[in-house]
């Protein structure tokens, strides 16, 4: 007689075995996440010269959709529209070039002059780095026998690869421009495509709700920020102008454009003002006071006015924000430190809509349950 294999029915071993299946699961998907996170990585970090521009124009056409959707409720066409739009922010910045061409040249002119002018300063100092890297030569030779062969090679010049990071610069954003306009003129194209790939009709509900929730959000911080910015930059001039200062138009404007980092741009504008103030001031206290100008406003803008104005419309968790600007900065350097809080913003929103990542959506608001 064949016996039928027994089967055990103990509630508490299939608990286990279930809550087994369950823990090996949940580590496969970890892991398996893990991985996708890091080819991302990589993806990003190789192909930057595809990918940036793409992230760039999309966050430039979430930016400008809610002025494009605008004119066409009074009967523009989705194209013209988008024309106009991204005409308009084009000549916008054009303009603002064409103005601060000449202080610019000015400063670049003056750079010998202040370079000459530090040295003078900072002659006691140099020559005792000098005594320092003369002994230690002489040890690094003695050390060697003297047979230690020195190669030489000639690095470009600060100003030639400066020169040529602007013009990689400006290609990815006309690039980006381009993209931009043409995801502006499909007018709701993309976004009926994108819900037409979802088949139920809750799904549809979701991504439409994503999409214009992030280009709501990505919109109003840019914009804002933006205008806190040219505000920033033009008060910074004119306290700088009432001081004497040189070049004040000029570096209002390099406020402005360095405001767009987080963190790191009062920082670095405060140095450059501080270096160049102490080649043209005859004393330590007069050259001391354009940066504390300049970094007591970026210190008023950044721990009153932003987070007042900001704030209202935008939580984002601080340390969330220092972590991707650190990784973007590494993947895409400067263009990724820019752009690294309009993605936060983007992945914060994804997160907040999807089932199963409002956990990691609560991390990334500045307040428990903001999501």
């Known amino acids: 007689m064949r016996m039928s294999p027994t089967i055990d029915r103990d509630p508490a071993k299939q608990a286990d075995h279930q809550k ?3 823990d090996s699961l949940t580590s496969i998907r970890r892991l398996l996440l893990v991985i996708l996170l890091l080819l991302l990585g990589a993806a990003l970090y190789f192909g930057k010269l595809i990918a940036m521009p793409i992230v760039l124009g999309l966050l430039i056409s979430f930016t400008l959709s809610p002025l494009t959707r605008a004119l066409t409720r009074f009967l523009v066409p989705a194209p013209l529209a988008a024309v106009c739009v991204i005409g308009l922010v084009a000549s916008s910045i054009s303009a603002g070039a064409y103005l601060l061409a000449d202080p610019f040249a000015t400063t670049v002119e003056r750079l010998p002059d202040i370079k000459a002018s530090l040295e003078r300063r900072l002659a006691g100092l140099e020559s005792s780095i000098d005594t320092v890297t003369e002994i230690s030569d002489e040890m690094e030779s003695l050390a060697g026998n003297g047979a230690t062969d020195q190669v030489m090679i000639a690095q470009p010049g600060i100003l030639s690869a400066a020169a040529t990071s602007v013009a990689s610069g400006l290609t990815s954003f006309a690039l980006a421009s381009l993209l931009a306009l043409f995801l502006l003129s499909s007018g709701n194209l993309f976004d009926e495509k994108l819900v037409a790939s979802f088949p139920q009709l809750t799904d549809k509900k979701r991504a439409l709700r994503i999409m214009r929730d992030i280009e709501r959000k990505i919109s109003t911080y840019l914009l804002t920020i933006t205008l806190i910015n040219i505000t920033l930059g033009t008060a910074i001039g004119l306290l700088l102008a009432a001081y004497g200062k040189q070049d004040p138009a000029f570096w209002g404007a390099l406020a402005a454009l360095l405001n767009f980092l987080p963190y790191l741009g009062a920082v670095l504008g405060a140095s450059l003002i501080a270096i160049i103030s102490i080649a043209e001031y005859p004393t330590l206290t007069a050259a001391l006071i354009p940066p504390a100008i300049y970094y007591v406003c970026s210190a008023i803008e950044g721990n009153l006015i932003t987070p007042l104005v900001v704030g209202r419309h935008l939580e984002l968790n601080v340390v969330a ?28 929103v994804i997160c907040e809509h999807l089932t199963g990542w409002h956990t990691f959506g609560r991390f990334l608001s500045a307040r428990d349950g903001a999501a």
Not at 332 to 340: C, D, K, N, P
Request: avoid cysteine; glycine fraction near 6%.
């Open 20 to 22: 087994l299946v369950d």
């Open 321 to 348: 924000v220092f972590v991707f600007v650190v990784i973007w900065s590494w993947l895409w350097g400067v263009a990724g430190a820019l752009m690294a809080v309009p993605i936060l913003v983007t992945v914060k």
